[in-house]
């Protein structure tokens, strides 16, 4: 570990030829990481269903293969804290590296796992643990690549530069969703669901050598490069979060489960099943849907710049509290958008959604940067994500599908959606903004002072 790269300390010297390329790295391998993982999401609300869980039967197939999306979730925390431990420890950069590697290979593998039918309950069984290595991986990714960019960037600029890996979710969102609609050209009706699906997961194996190439290219962050110059490296950062920071733990969860659970009624491939599924109410056509999703992609990707933009602007709180309203509004004209069963009413619901998503999203790698103390900054940042990514979109999808097989409507799935999304408002309301606070260690007393209001 002792060759990494170090470089100063943000706001200072540190070039912006090397701000380039910390924000290109940090999109392009999160853009790779999260195609991996929605490839996933979508198949198990088009095809997996049909594939490793038919013989459960039409209705409990698809719950079964939207649990398995959930079910990587319970694992995220496993990789947030092996990965919060490790990257406290021994740096970012190296866990970035392990972090990509696990989840293309664990994409590749299920691009050749035989069916159902082929090799019995072994099929699901793989498939499901070859999911949990994926949300192993997912739960060590997001902290990783958020550090590299807001510890790199200079004061004024960390939420510009924090949204770059941001951006990288619904790049990723757009890749995969793109890539399945041209499969479903290339490959359509029953050859999508016998070998189509397969190709977009095998297209991994050259997305990892792409992101391991420009990720190998990038510093070590500046702030871990001090601390490890100076040998101060926590020896259980986990611990040391635990004990000093629970609630703040929480409060940073909660400030992540609106967005994700809305975000999971797509990237989770609910809606996908919902607008296509042959034996619900809309039976569109698996292409205009996969269209759709990957124009919303684009309007995600916009906004969550836009967050970022905003949030060195008039801070990130205020940016939050905006994008709140906004998702709210998104809440309640998705299903009756997406219920008028055309190719413009679901654009137009995905493209609403999407100024939510961005803006709840964007401010979200600065914000929660500047709230954990530099010692237990990789931990604190990856726990929370994977706590709020539990309780927010884990089991949205799955959530979701029996709210409506039990009440054959949705609008009680959108009071759900609000209602989650009110817990991360009062998170909101009650974290400080601590816009430009300094990240590097010298100021790790002023880092530890509470970031919650009412707390010393």
Do not use: C
């Not at 570990?1 to 999160?30: D, W, Y």
């Not at 296509?276 to 809309?282: C, D, M, R």
């Not at 039990?406 to 974290?431: C, F, K, Q, R």
């Amino acid at each position: 570990m002792s060759n990494l790269k170090s470089s100063p300390l943000p706001g200072g010297a540190s070039s912006i030829a090397e701000h380039r390329r910390v924000a290109f790295a940090t999109i392009v391998g999160t853009t790779v990481e999260w195609y991996d993982f929605f490839i996933y999401a979508f198949a198990a609300g088009l095809v997996f269903s049909h594939v490793f869980f038919e013989p459960a039967g039409a209705g409990i197939a698809q719950i079964l293969s939207f649990l398995t999306v959930g079910l990587s979730f319970l694992f995220r925390p496993l990789g947030a804290f092996l990965a919060g431990h490790f990257g406290d420890k021994f740096g970012r950069r190296v866990v970035l590296m392990w972090t990509l590697i696990m989840m293309g290979v664990a994409t590749a593998l299920i691009g050749v796992l035989p069916t159902t039918a082929q090799i019995g309950l072994a099929a699901p069984a793989i498939l499901i643990f070859l999911r949990i290595v994926q949300g192993i991986s997912a739960g060590g990714e997001w902290g990783g690549a958020v550090l590299m960019a807001v510890e790199h960037a200079p004061n004024g600029k960390r939420g510009i530069m924090g949204a770059a890996p941001q951006l990288g979710v619904p790049l990723g969102m757009l890749l995969a969703s793109g890539v399945l609609a041209v499969m479903n050209i290339i490959a359509p009706g029953d050859a999508f669901n016998q070998w189509g699906w397969r190709v977009p997961f095998l297209l991994s194996i050259v997305m990892i050598f792409i992101g391991i190439y420009i990720r190998s290219r990038v510093e070590e962050s500046p702030v871990f490069a001090e601390i490890a110059a100076r040998s101060e490296q926590t020896k259980m950062p986990i611990i040391q979060l635990l004990k000093k920071h629970p609630l703040l733990v929480l409060l940073a969860a909660g400030l992540f489960m609106g967005n994700n659970a809305v975000g999971y009624m797509t990237t989770g491939g609910f809606l996908q099943n919902y607008a296509t599924n042959p034996e619900g109410a809309l039976k569109m056509d698996r292409g205009p849907v996969l269209w759709a999703v990957a124009i919303g992609a684009i309007g995600w990707f916009v906004f969550t710049w836009l967050g970022g933009y905003l949030a060195d602007k008039i801070g990130r709180r205020n940016t939050y509290l905006i994008g709140w309203v906004a998702l709210l509004v998104g809440i309640f004209t998705m299903f009756p958008l997406v219920n008028q069963g055309t190719f413009a009413s679901l654009t137009a619901s995905f493209l609403i959604t999407s100024v939510g998503l961005g803006l709840t999203y964007g401010p979200q790698a600065a914000f929660y940067t500047e709230l954990f103390p530099a010692s237990v900054r990789f931990s604190g940042v990856s726990i929370s994500y994977a706590i709020g990514a539990i309780f927010g979109g884990a089991f949205a999808p799955t959530v979701a599908q029996l709210i409506l097989k039990n009440t054959g409507g949705t609008s009680g799935i959108s009071m759900y959606l609000a209602g989650v999304v009110l817990i991360s408002i009062i998170a909101t309301l009650i974290l400080k903004d601590r816009s430009g606070i300094p990240l590097g260690p010298d100021h790790e007393a002023e880092q530890q002072v509470s970031p919650i209001r009412g707390i010393a």
